[in-house]
């Protein structure tokens, strides 16, 4: 039998705890309030997000970062964390906002909630000159190493069912495993097979086709509109004074695509 009191100290506990989360719809209060913004980038995708060789993050969204923070007259706190938790540390509250090269896609709108897209992120097939590959249905049969919870390791599971994909938590090690032998066909960013290839691989890799183009966008929790109404209205403002694709251009070396600018609504404003 359960003691009274123990049980009483757990609820009591338990009530403490939701006492600390902000209330659902009232996060942008308490940003303001707060007078901080804490946004989570993985820094593991350039020229997105990547860190220097003297450990600084850097990259179009940490400065995209910076500058909603500005607008927002808040604080940058900047979360550091894998890219397999850019879902869960929405989830659970340990960030306000994750800006880090964060595709759309039904199975992540389920989860949490997204802004209108920023940019896009074409996924691209990679493999040695060799290989002859034209679409995903050519990779059946094949081993293909991927990035773990990537949106493009979905779209692989669902459109080429039949290849034995390997995925790996971190883009590093996706690399690394490229040069060990552990996979022939690479799934992931240009950025990333370019960068395997500086490593020297026995075997370049060579891009054969585009996968998908993703739209990314801000993720944010869910049950937050006056926030989402907020970075909805900003993300379309500075896609239409050019602000963003000023940063775009810097780390990504050419404009974004004319699809994800906007058609802003007349006398619209930020909140």
């Given at each position: 039998m359960h003691c009274p009191h123990i049980i009483f100290s757990i609820v009591l506990s338990c009530l403490s705890l939701l006492n600390t989360l902000p209330a659902r719809g009232e996060l942008l209060a308490d940003i303001r309030s707060s007078g901080r913004v804490r946004i989570a980038i993985a820094g593991e995708v350039p020229p997105f997000n990547f860190h220097t060789a003297q450990g600084k993050l850097t990259g179009s969204d940490p400065e995209t970062a910076a500058l909603l923070a500005q607008d927002?007259?808040?604080?940058?706190?900047?979360?550091?964390?894998?890219?397999?938790?850019?879902?869960?540390?929405?989830?659970?509250?340990?960030?306000?906002?994750?800006?880090?090269?964060?595709?759309?896609?039904?199975?992540?709108?389920?989860?949490?909630?997204?802004?209108?897209?920023?940019?896009?992120?074409?996924?691209?097939?990679?493999?040695?000159?060799?290989?002859?590959?034209?679409?995903?249905?050519d990779l059946n049969g094949k081993t293909v190493g991927a990035l773990a919870a990537s949106s493009n390791l979905a779209?692989?599971?669902?459109?080429?069912?039949?290849?034995?994909?390997?995925?790996?938590?971190?883009?590093?090690?996706?690399?690394e495993a490229y040069l060990a032998g552990d996979f022939d066909i690479m799934s992931a960013p240009a950025s990333?097979?370019?960068?395997?290839?500086?490593?020297?691989?026995?075997?370049?890799?060579q891009v054969h086709f585009t996968q998908m183009e993703f739209d990314i966008a801000i993720g944010l929790p869910k049950g937050e509109k006056p926030l989402r109404d907020w970075v909805?209205?900003?993300?379309?403002?500075?896609?239409?004074?050019?602000?963003?694709?000023?940063?775009?251009?810097?780390?990504?070396?050419?404009?974004?695509p004319a699809s994800i600018v906007p058609v802003r609504p007349k006398g619209k404003t930020l909140p």
């Open positions: 927002l007259g808040a604080r940058l706190e900047l979360v550091s964390i894998g890219n397999a938790e850019r879902i869960s540390v929405l989830q659970e509250r340990r960030a306000d906002l994750v800006l880090s090269a964060l595709s759309i896609t039904p199975e992540r709108e389920r989860l949490i909630a997204f802004s209108v897209p920023y940019a896009t992120i074409a996924v691209v097939i990679a493999a040695p000159a060799k290989m002859h590959l034209s679409s995903v249905l779209h692989l599971r669902s459109n080429a069912p039949g290849a034995r994909i390997i995925e790996y938590p971190e883009n590093d090690r996706l690399a990333i097979v370019e960068k395997t290839n500086t490593l020297k691989p026995r075997q370049p890799l909805n209205a900003w993300v379309v403002s500075r896609l239409q004074d050019g602000s963003l694709d000023t940063v775009y251009r810097k780390y990504h070396g050419h404009a974004l």
